[in-house]
Every structure is written in structure tokens, then in C-alpha cells.
């Protein structure tokens, strides 16, 4: 993998020693246990932060987090000032092609453990469509530990937040997390399925918004 950066279309140096799980080769995120502090939007992000204990969230507009895949290394120092970041979230919206699907889950996973692999501490964010994307959208993600999952768009209509407590429901069996960051409306189901499973459930406000809670390691 040792492709120069103009011909490397496939992304070969965000690769470089990673492990690969699933049927579908999706790049592993190590475990975390992470408390996210103060909060902000990629998009409101200054290149210069020096404010050290925000973290940092991709739950933005997919063409406002764009840029972010295809010059990875020009934002690492500003993200290696915050205090870690939650994860990439390209959409997976349940009227896209099964194969647009699979790729946005992989561009998650492939940022994620980029950031990871430059010392940036990660929560990686979770997202899924249908039934179909069960089979894989939990792929790479250690089980037990933090997670972030954002409701954002996703529960305008009864039918919307049916599909999106069904994948709820199912992340927490396959991945018993010890923690949920949440953005955007927590339904009242959520709060009762974390609240039965013991799962420490982290509201964060709308996107524009900050929030406050304690950190550890």
C-alpha cells in the first residue's frame, strides 16, 4: 500500500496496518470508554482550536463533512487539539442502493480508525436503513464499550421510528455497550431499553448546541 497520495483513489494509506472484520472487510475500531465533554459540529470546527476540552461531531449535512474524506491529514491537527472526536457519520438512508449503504458504513469505520491510528481518541458513531443492513452495519465496532447514535432526521414518521428502534434495539443485543452517546431526540423507548440493559444513556442537544458531562479514560 504504498501508493503516492495523487494516485491513491482507493484510500490505500488510511489503510496502512489495519485489521478488517465482516463479510464486507469493514476496517476494526478499538474499544473505548470515553465521556464526550463540550460538543460541536465538524463544520463549526476552527482550524486553530485551541479550546482542548471540546469533542467533535459529524452529525452535519454529508457535503459539510465531505471534505474531511478527501484531505484526511489537512484537519488532524485541529482535531488532535480537541479532546476526541465522535465518529464520521455518512448517511444510510434506507431508499439507497444496498451497496451505497455498505459503502458509507465503510468510510465510518476507514475515518474512524484513521483518527485512531494518529492518536485522536474516537466514539464511533453508529447508523443503519433496513433489515438489510443488519448483517453488516455493527461490523468493527468492539462490543462493551462506547458508542454514539444520532436519531437526527431519522424519526420524522411512525414508519422511520420503527426502522430506527428496530436497529436500536439490535445494536444493544449484538453489542451490549456500556454507554450510548445520543444526538438529537431520545425517544422514549430508547430511554427505557438502555434504562433495562443498565446502559448508561448520554443525551447530546441539536447539533448547534454544546453540552457538558465528565470525562474519563
Known sequence: MGLKHRYDVFDADLLHGAEFTGNYEFPVIGGNHYRPGRAIPFDRLKRDNK???LWVHFYVHDYRAMPVLKTPGKYLPALRNCAGVIGLDNSV???LPLAEQIHSIYLNRLFDRHLQRNGIPVIPNLSWGDHRSFDFCFDGIDPRTTVAVSSYG???RKVDLLYFLDGFDRMLKRLSPDAVVFHGTVPEDVRYMTERRGVLL???K???DTVFAREVS
Do not use: A, H, Q, T
Open 93 to 95: 438512508y434506507r431508499d
Open 202 to 204: 448520554i443525551p447530546l
Open 154 to 156: 431519522c424519526v420524522r
Open 206 to 208: 441539536s447539533r448547534l
Open 51 to 53: 479550546e482542548k476540552d
